[in-house]
């Protein structure tokens, strides 16, 4: 059977097993996702790349613990999940040994710097404020309302799975991404009242 042809559970029970074929198989499969994910928590897609790289690494060496009835997908979310936010954690550690200014909120990442075709500089200017002021708002929450509004709001997942992600009750998880919300509708509610 080709490493295209497994099912994630064949290919984990492979990589388990020591093939390092099937293991590339559920690197390729889930690298895309932990990426976006990696982004979403960080901010910058360097920071992202470490994400996916640390994750990846974790769960090679942690294989052996995975317990097979449960889902691989969700178990390496939660690994990327925890490694963003000691990425998070240790960088606001080095900025406040600094002390020197954190990132320049003006400073775009590369992905924010293409300009749209055809879009005027107007156009390009409000775009660009309307990512900081997100982006500073998203930097106001705490690590596990971050977490759960990325999972829920960009990932699409289900409130299961954030708990499970997460190590959160479902009522937990549902008050955590609720919190969020409300602190970024607080956060970006000037933003709005700008716009009409």
Same mark, same amino acid.
């Given at each position: ?123 390009? &200017?409000?775009?660009?404020? @309307?990512? +900081?002021? %997100? ?5 106001? #929450?705490?690590?596990?309302?971050? !977490? $759960? ?22 009522? &937990?998880?549902?008050?955590? @991404?609720? +919190?969020? %919300? ?5 956060? #970006?509610?000037?933003?709005?009242? !700008? $716009?009409?």
């Amino acid at each position: 059977m080709s490493r295209m042809e497994w099912t994630e559970q064949q290919a984990v029970a492979q990589a388990r097993g020591g093939d390092p074929e099937a293991f590339r198989a559920l690197v390729e499969r889930h690298s895309r996702s932990l990426f976006r994910l990696g982004y979403r928590m960080t901010g910058n897609e360097h920071d992202a790349e470490e994400v996916v790289q640390e994750t990846l690494l974790r769960a090679y060496r942690r294989l052996g613990r995975f317990e097979q009835r449960a889902n691989f997908g969700t178990w390496l979310y939660r690994i990327a999940v925890n490694c963003a936010l000691d990425l998070r954690r240790a960088k606001k550690r080095e900025e406040s040994r600094r002390e020197a200014p954190g990132p320049d909120p003006e400073a775009e990442s590369s992905l924010d710097s293409i300009p749209a075709a055809g879009a005027s500089p107007e156009r390009l &200017a409000i775009s660009s404020e @309307i990512r +900081r002021e %997100v982006s500073l708002a998203m930097d106001r #929450l705490t690590d596990a309302e971050r !977490a $759960a509004f990325v999972l829920r709001h960009f990932e699409g997942h289900s409130i299961e799975e954030i708990g499970a992600t997460l190590g959160l009750a479902a009522s &937990a998880t549902k008050n955590t @991404i609720f +919190r969020a %919300v409300q602190k970024l509708r607080g956060s #970006l509610a000037p933003l709005a009242s !700008a $716009a009409r």
